[in-house]
């Protein structure tokens, strides 16, 4: 019975875990990191990177180095949030002919789905190395306040890397459930997110 | 004549009465016997259901077990490099103080020994330093880049301008890859 793999795709890092034995286990990636920058980048000599390799070279190509994805899932390219952002970022943002954002690297447009199946699918490479075993079924996790675009947007690109999203979580429910809150007695439980993009309580 | 005929309906009636209970009896048997079948039918299905929970927890325990005693021998494998990164990755902030310290000015022999001591060891533990030199290409699998300098060459352009800080590797794995700037030709 294959694997099911928990993403954790956050705005500055990602993470990957397996379920063994009834635990979460944390998956470590190629680099023997535990977790991946959420970074993608096309270096100058065209070779696409993802995570560590595409951070340490972000300094040298910003307009090809996508980092902060996740604030763009699910958005349009007129909202105030990604009209604050594109004054920010170093790489370009575009609207596509639906008004949907699009961000440029290398040569192409992609959509934010697009990049962030970049992230996912190293992951999904990862996980398999290092399990010996083929993963085509994910659990990604969201942030609570995502909306209905947002967490579509989010499976979405889990399709595109060729995973089945068995389905989408809230990060502070995945928190909650390894801790394992549903194993003990009734209690009420204060989860913090000390995100690298993100703050959440 | 007359009492045996009564005698006699009295009789048929009594078989008639005993043939219709027997009817009743007959279709309540039948129909607890269906309410049986149903019930077993139902236990069988949660059988069935239960015995493929079992089946799928004892395989996915299975695998558990063949996955977690490869990792474990793989982890046993790692176990001893995996501490010596840790322990070459506590020392590492030692030697680049003694490093900026050194381009501060001549150190005094002591410290001079120190670090020459610290290289020593990590020789010998196989901890080797990631080649960096100054304009030689910059590339993100062994580097860093912190910044970048102008150049008005076009062949020094993604060429290493300084290293700032010396990166370390185990065999082929980097501990820290080497701090650097980098040359850009607009």
Redesign the interface.
């Known amino acids: 019975?294959a694997k099911i793999l928990g993403i954790d795709l956050g705005t500055t890092n990602s993470a990957m875990a397996i379920m063994?034995?009834g635990e979460p286990q944390i998956l470590e990636n190629a680099?023997?990191a535990r977790t991946t920058p959420s970074v993608v980048a096309i270096?100058?000599n065209g070779e696409r990177?993802v995570g560590a390799?595409?951070k340490?070279?972000?300094?040298?190509n910003p307009k090809n180095t996508i980092y902060g994805i996740k604030r763009f899932m699910g958005h349009r390219a007129t909202d105030s949030a990604v009209e604050h952002d594109k004054e920010v970022v170093p790489y370009e943002i575009r609207a596509d002919n639906d008004g949907g954002v699009l961000v440029h690297l290398g040569e192409k447009n992609y959509r934010p789905e697009e990049v962030s199946a970049m992230i996912l699918g190293k992951l999904k490479e990862d996980a398999q190395t290092k399990?010996?075993e083929t993963i085509t079924e994910a659990i990604i996790t969201v942030p609570a306040y995502f909306d209905d675009a947002q967490r579509s947007a989010t499976k979405a690109a889990g399709k595109i890397a060729g995973l089945d999203v068995k389905r989408i979580i809230n990060e502070p429910t995945a928190a909650a459930l390894a801790y394992g809150f549903n194993k003990k007695k009734d209690e009420k439980l204060v989860v913090y997110d000390f995100g690298g993009g993100t703050f959440d309580v | 004549m007359k009492k045996h005929k009564e005698n006699e309906e009295v009789i048929i009636d009594d078989e008639m009465s005993v043939a219709q209970d027997g009817e009743v009896e007959l279709v309540e048997e039948e129909a607890h016997a269906d309410n049986k079948i149903i019930k077993m039918k139902e236990k069988l299905k949660r059988c069935s259901a239960e015995k493929q929970e079992y089946l799928?927890g004892w395989?996915?325990?299975k695998?558990?077990y063949v996955?977690?005693i490869?990792r474990f021998k793989e982890e046993n494998q790692n176990a001893a490099t995996t501490g010596l990164v840790k322990a070459v990755e506590t020392f590492l902030p030692v030697l680049d103080s003694l490093e900026r310290a050194k381009s501060m000015g001549k150190l005094p022999s002591g410290f001079e020994a120190v670090t020459k001591q610290i290289e020593n060891a990590f020789t010998t533990l196989d901890v080797s330093e990631v080649v960096a030199k100054i304009g030689t290409p910059?590339n993100?699998?062994y580097?860093?880049?912190?910044?970048?300098d102008k150049t008005d060459s076009v062949e020094q352009d993604?060429m290493i301008s300084t290293v700032l800080e010396r990166g370390w590797q185990i065999g082929g794995?980097?501990i820290r890859?080497t701090k650097v700037r980098?040359y850009?030709h607009k």
């Open positions: 019975m063994e034995g680099e023997g270096a100058k990177l390799l595409a340490r070279q972000a300094v040298t399990l010996g | 799928d395989q996915r325990a695998a558990d996955n977690a490869r910059f993100p699998a580097h860093e880049a912190f910044g970048q993604g794995m980097v890859p980098v850009h």
